[in-house]
């Protein structure tokens, strides 16, 4: 079955880094649309980055310049590599996949999702 496992979260002072992971298997990896999304208790969840299956990145405005999205087709992983973090990053971050396409075209349905790896940056 499909399974998504994220990981790479923690605790970063503000302008640090991080780079999360999303180890991906039971599905052709390579083939399809993946994003990574955040979300705040209490609010809705959001979008920060996606990339399609021939890896065409498209990467959300309040983070554009410094997130990056990318991944490993041989190791089935998908990275988001954050930088110069702010404390309004702060937010538990989640892989997803949209096994109905290989482009992310609207509209996305990301029905595959991992548990989540929360990323808290301290001011």
């Known amino acids: 079955q499909v399974q998504l496992v994220e990981s790479g979260g923690g605790s970063v002072q503000a302008g640090g880094s991080l780079r999360l992971s999303c180890a991906a298997s039971?599905?052709?990896?390579?083939?399809?649309?993946m994003g990574w999304f955040r979300q705040v208790p209490g609010e809705e969840r959001t979008w920060v980055a996606l990339?399609?299956?021939?890896?065409?990145?498209t990467v959300a405005a309040s983070v554009r310049g410094r997130f990056t999205i990318s991944k490993d087709n041989a190791k089935n992983i998908l990275y988001l590599q954050m930088a110069s973090l702010k404390p309004e990053d702060t937010a538990m971050y989640y892989c997803?996949?949209?096994?109905?396409?290989?482009?992310?075209?609207?509209?996305?349905?990301?029905?595959?999702w991992g548990q989540g790896t929360q990323v808290t940056v301290s001011s």
């Open positions: 997803a996949a949209d096994l109905t396409q290989t482009w992310c075209w609207e509209p996305m349905q990301f029905n595959y």
């Open positions: 039971g599905y052709a990896f390579s083939t399809y649309c």
């Open positions: 990339i399609s299956g021939y890896s065409t990145p």
